[in-house]
């Protein structure tokens, strides 16, 4: 009778280690997923962040630039950085610096 105690105690306490190292592990992995969540919620967050820029941007350059106006975002670009003036590329190569530190994150 003894021996079925000390059996049945011992069962309990390998089951109660068990069951923490189970939830441990449960917890890491939803503190992982969490992460990942947040770590795609603030890249999308960004992306956009930085698309409203690049729209403002194309749409900013068409008004200051009238012989723009027909053009889409690569010729647009190519020109302001052949012809623009300073304040313009700068803003392309804010913009470009945001999209490299996106890339690198990942």
Same mark, same amino acid.
């Given at each position: 009778? *003894? !021996?079925l105690k000390? @059996? ?6 390998? *089951?109660?280690i068990?069951? /923490? ?6 917890? @890491? ?5 969490n992460?990942?969540?947040? #770590?795609?919620s ?6 956009k ?5 690049? =729209? ?14 027909? @053009?889409?975002i ?5 020109w302001? =950085?052949? @012809? /623009? ?5 700068? !803003? ?5 610096? !945001?999209?490299?530190?996106?890339? #690198?994150?990942?």
């Amino acid at each position: 009778m *003894l !021996q079925l105690k000390i @059996n049945l105690l011992f069962f309990k306490f390998v *089951l109660f280690i068990i069951l /923490g190292c189970f939830l441990i592990i449960s917890n @890491n992995s939803i503190m992982a997923i969490n992460y990942e969540n947040e #770590s795609i919620s603030y890249k999308m967050n960004t992306i956009k962040f930085i698309e409203k820029q690049i =729209i403002n941007f194309v749409e900013n350059s068409k008004q200051k630039y009238p012989n723009l106006i027909n @053009n889409d975002i690569k010729n647009i670009t190519k020109w302001i =950085i052949l @012809n /623009g003036d300073k304040e313009d590329k700068n !803003q392309i190569l804010l913009i470009l610096l !945001q999209i490299q530190q996106i890339q #690198s994150k990942d």
